[in-house]
């Protein structure tokens, strides 16, 4: 019983709109029957393409060692601890909200501000499976296009959040990284 | 095509990683597999949604609010959209190339990608939480600037 509460609390969104598309079904059915067919069929799309893709990201979460990777990205690290911030992020599964205590841990464990940064920049625009799925959405040349403007960005981003935060800020950023 | 890449890579990575390790193979597509439940819920939300504004809203509705004419109007609705919601790629992805189809901007739709990845209002809370509220006040700043400047590159060389 409290399983299906628990399904039907977190398909309530879904429940809602299932039951005002039934009522357009009855009241309006060109405008219903319309709009299921559209859910429908691109529903039929991401099923098709989504299984892979969740395969990958599954396999990728399980290979990558996080924690070796946060050694190599303190200070000293250079281009390759920035590479390597920015492929970690790429590599990521999840919302950007999953991020930040990955990227607080990673900060704790020695990481400097600006790989964090690039990390969670990496990870809000860049993730791989996420790069597929929007070029078969929305086509390989809008992706690339907007993978060359987000590279710049994400880097620019890190860069001037590093530099306009003062000492005394960055501190407050680790001491607050601390505490979780 | 690309979807018989992806089927391919994912299947040779599965072949590689069950002779490697099959403990963590199965791991991989427990993992697989819950996060796609994770995403399911708002995945049908947005399908029906999406399905319903697109029968209802005509191309002309589309393409008056997010379309190449809507300008900066168009522009700030795409960027509150984004800034605002919560949707995971996975949803906003088809979404976005249905809103291209019904007559949207390219302009008005990489402004609601970018906000929707970078700049997160809701999650401003969480962010300070682990960041200090000064440093993740500037992080949605400055992605809201760079969201600008994609969204109008981007538009002014695809449109």
């Known amino acids: 019983m409290n399983k299906l509460k628990a399904i039907v609390k977190r398909y309530r969104l879904f429940l809602l709109f299932l039951a005002v598309n039934l009522l357009l079904?009855?009241?309006?059915p060109e405008y219903g029957a319309a709009a299921?067919?559209?859910?429908?069929?691109n529903l039929k799309e991401m099923l098709s393409i989504l299984p892979p893709i969740f395969i990958l990201l599954g396999l990728m979460d399980v290979w990558l060692k996080r924690e070796t990777m946060m050694r190599l990205m303190g200070k000293g690290s250079g281009i390759k601890g920035a590479a390597l911030a920015f492929l970690l992020g790429s590599a990521a599964a999840g919302p950007l909200?999953?991020?930040?205590?990955?990227?607080?841990?990673?900060?704790k464990k020695g990481a400097t501000l600006f790989n964090m940064f690039l990390f969670i920049?990496?990870?809000?625009?860049?993730?791989?499976p996420l790069l597929l799925f929007e070029a078969s959405n929305l086509g390989i040349p809008y992706t690339l296009l907007r993978l060359a403007f987000n590279l710049v960005g994400i880097v620019l981003i890190a860069?001037?959040?590093e530099r306009s935060l003062t000492e005394e800020d960055r501190k407050a950023v680790a001491?607050?990284?601390q505490k979780n | 095509m690309f979807t018989y890449i992806l089927y391919a890579l994912a299947i040779g990575g599965l072949i590689l990683s069950f002779i490697k390790d099959r403990q963590k193979t199965k791991a991989a597509l427990m993992k697989a597999l819950r996060s796609f439940e994770n995403i399911l819920p708002q995945l049908l939300a947005v399908l029906l949604l999406v399905g319903m504004a697109l029968s209802i809203l005509d191309e002309a509705t589309i393409s008056r609010l997010l379309g190449k004419e809507s300008g900066i109007i168009g522009m700030l609705i795409a960027a509150v959209l984004g800034a605002v919601t919560l949707i995971p790629g996975f949803v906003a992805f088809p979404l976005a190339a249905s809103l291209l189809d019904a007559g949207a901007g390219y302009g008005q739709i990489t402004m609601f990608v970018s906000t929707l990845m970078m700049v997160g209002i809701v999650t401003?809370?969480?962010?300070?939480?682990?960041?200090?509220?000064?440093?993740?006040?500037?992080?949605?700043?400055?992605?809201?600037?760079y969201a600008c400047a994609a969204a109008f590159l981007m538009g002014g060389i695809l449109s």
């Open chain 2, 124 to 145: 401003l809370p969480m962010e300070s939480k682990f960041f200090g509220k000064k440093a993740a006040l500037r992080r949605n700043a400055f992605a809201m600037i």
């Open chain 1, 121 to 128: 920049g990496a990870w809000s625009t860049t993730k791989i």
């Open chain 1, 175 to 177: 001491e607050q990284a």
């Open chain 1, 25 to 28: 079904l009855l009241f309006a």
């Open chain 1, 97 to 107: 909200y999953a991020a930040f205590p990955v990227a607080a841990i990673m900060l």
């Open chain 1, 36 to 41: 299921f067919k559209k859910a429908g069929s």
């Open chain 1, 159 to 161: 860069f001037l959040l």
